[in-house]
């Protein structure tokens, strides 16, 4: 399992999100940590990224839809 920091530029602020590459198959996944809740982001049919969540685990906790959409922006630029 390989352990990267993607660096985001959200709300005028520079972050570094730890994430970690999984390999479901053939598929790649990267699941990334944002504040506590982690997030699986992964290629569609299309070859657009798309996150997903377990909601039951983030029911009631803050977290960031715009901060997942930076994410991508920048996965998507590599």
């Not at 005028?12 to 944002?34: C, M, P, Q, T």
């Not at 049919?45 to 997903?52: I, S, T």
């Given at each position: 399992?390989?352990?990267?920091?993607?660096p985001?530029?959200?709300?005028?602020?520079?972050?570094?999100?730890k994430?970690?590459?999984?390999?479901?198959g053939?598929?790649?996944?990267?699941?990334v940590?944002?504040?506590?809740?982690?997030?699986?982001?992964e290629?569609?049919e299309?070859?657009?990224?798309?996150?997903?969540?377990?909601?039951?685990?983030?029911?009631?906790?803050?977290f960031?839809?715009?901060?997942?959409?930076?994410v991508?922006?920048?996965?998507?630029?590599?």
């Amino acid at each position: 399992m390989d352990t990267l920091e993607i660096p985001v530029i959200y709300k005028n602020k520079e972050l570094s999100l730890k994430a970690r590459v999984v390999r479901f198959g053939y598929v790649n996944h990267i699941v990334v940590d944002l504040g506590g809740n982690q997030i699986t982001i992964e290629r569609d049919e299309e070859g657009n990224y798309r996150a997903l969540g377990d909601t039951k685990k983030m029911e009631g906790s803050k977290f960031d839809v715009d901060l997942i959409k930076a994410v991508i922006t920048v996965l998507q630029s590599l």
